[in-house]
């Protein structure tokens, strides 16, 4: 069972505009993970939040918390071609990571 | 570059056939994960091994089976394969016990195609 799920399915935007994906989960956490995922191949980590935290930045990625709503959202600023990929979360849930079916950004020259 | 590695890249089968695949983790990472992930779809957790022991499992049959060795490889054995297996198989290793805590390094992935 999937337990993020990531919003929007696709997103497409001009390069050096701002992309938002958000993620909503279902129960409680100790941390939500963001990942990235060029064409079909491995993840690569881009972040880390754990659940005391609130907003988190890393380079051009800014990403937020709100475990009241749980939510998250995930912030890319001035995008650049190579940022097209497939974006997902995961959230912790015992050994596991439990995913969302991913947001699929695609940035256009 | 996360220093994980998997072979083969691409592998095809047929239904009914058995399939090994093949993890290298980092360097101290005492934890392995395997997930499936078929297409368009997020990966889904399939087991996780601590220093050579498996320490939980996903909902995944017992034809799906995994080893870990002492020198940070670790295998996925899957038996009687389905037309369903096909998908891109990933390893993922982290340092710490219960890896969901931490920060996964994951592989290229092997991409299964069952006939």
């Known amino acids: 069972s999937q337990q993020g799920e990531e919003d929007p399915q696709a997103l497409s935007i001009q390069e050096g505009e701002n992309a938002t994906m958000n993620c909503s989960y279902k129960t409680s956490i100790n941390n939500l993970q963001w990942y990235r995922q060029n064409s079909g191949r491995g993840l690569v980590h881009l972040i880390l939040i754990r659940s005391n935290e609130r907003e988190k930045h890393s380079g051009r990625l800014r990403v937020t918390l709100d475990t009241s709503k749980k939510s998250s959202s995930l912030l890319i600023t001035a995008s650049r071609a190579a940022d097209t990929a497939s974006y997902f979360c995961a959230t912790d849930s015992n050994y596991q990571l439990i995913w969302g079916a991913g947001t699929k950004l695609i940035i256009k020259p | 570059e996360t220093g994980v590695t998997q072979s083969p890249t691409h592998l095809i089968k047929t239904r009914g056939q058995q399939v090994t695949l093949r993890c290298s983790s980092q360097?101290?990472?005492?934890?392995v994960s395997w997930y499936q992930q078929a297409l368009g779809q997020g990966p889904q957790f399939i087991f996780q091994y601590y220093r050579e022991e498996e320490n939980g499992r996903g909902n995944f049959p017992p034809r799906f089976s995994g080893l870990q060795f002492p020198n940070y490889s670790s295998e996925l054995n899957v038996n009687a394969l389905e037309l369903d297996d096909s998908a891109l198989y990933l390893c993922?290793?982290?340092?710490?016990?219960?890896?969901?805590?931490?920060?996964?390094?994951f592989g290229p992935g092997t991409r299964l195609t069952v006939l």
């Open positions: 360097s101290g990472h005492n934890t």
């Open positions: 993922a290793s982290s340092p710490l016990a219960g890896g969901a805590t931490d920060t996964q390094y």
